[in-house]
């Protein structure tokens, strides 16, 4: 039989040993293009900017297919101009990913907030009065 040495250490466990933060406090607006009609769905918007923004509130315009996100992230310049939105389609012996090509355009909620008090029709379909309470501060 095979010995196997075992090694102790006197050290605090930590919730936080080997992981990083960052602080998503950047109020922004995104715009997105390009997302497939089938896939206007809250979850699939939410999940494709999962990784650069934390989504508080969203419209749609249907006629232009045109998403307005309003959230916090860590700063504009982390918003990327592109992404890639990927959809499961079941086949008979398993799934098939599709990925579409999304464009994204990201602004400070301050630039955005002018929009919305109506100097664009862009973000009409927000509620306004739940994107003003939102951003209170």
Same mark, same amino acid.
């Given at each position: 039989m095979e010995m196997i040495s075992v090694v102790t250490v006197d050290a605090w466990w930590c919730g936080d040993y080997g992981s990083g933060s960052e602080k998503w406090e950047t109020k922004v607006t995104i715009t997105i293009r390009d997302v497939p009609l089938h896939a206007n769905k809250k979850e699939s918007i939410e999940s494709l900017l999962s990784c650069f923004c934390d989504v508080q509130t969203n419209? =749609? &315009?249907?006629?232009?297919?045109?998403?307005?996100?309003?959230?916090?992230? $860590?700063?504009?310049?982390k918003i990327p101009k592109n992404g890639h939105l990927k959809l499961k389609y079941k086949i008979e012996n398993g799934v098939v990913l599709k990925s579409f090509v999304v464009s994204f355009e990201g602004h400070m909620y301050n630039e955005a907030l002018s929009k919305v008090n109506g100097e664009?029709?862009? =973000? &009409?379909?927000?509620?306004?009065?739940?994107?003003?309470?939102?951003?209170? $501060?």
């Open positions: 419209s =749609y &315009d249907p006629i232009e297919n045109i998403h307005c996100v309003y959230g916090y992230a $860590e700063s504009v310049d664009d029709d862009e =973000y &009409d379909g927000v509620d306004r009065d739940l994107l003003i309470e939102l951003w209170q $501060e």
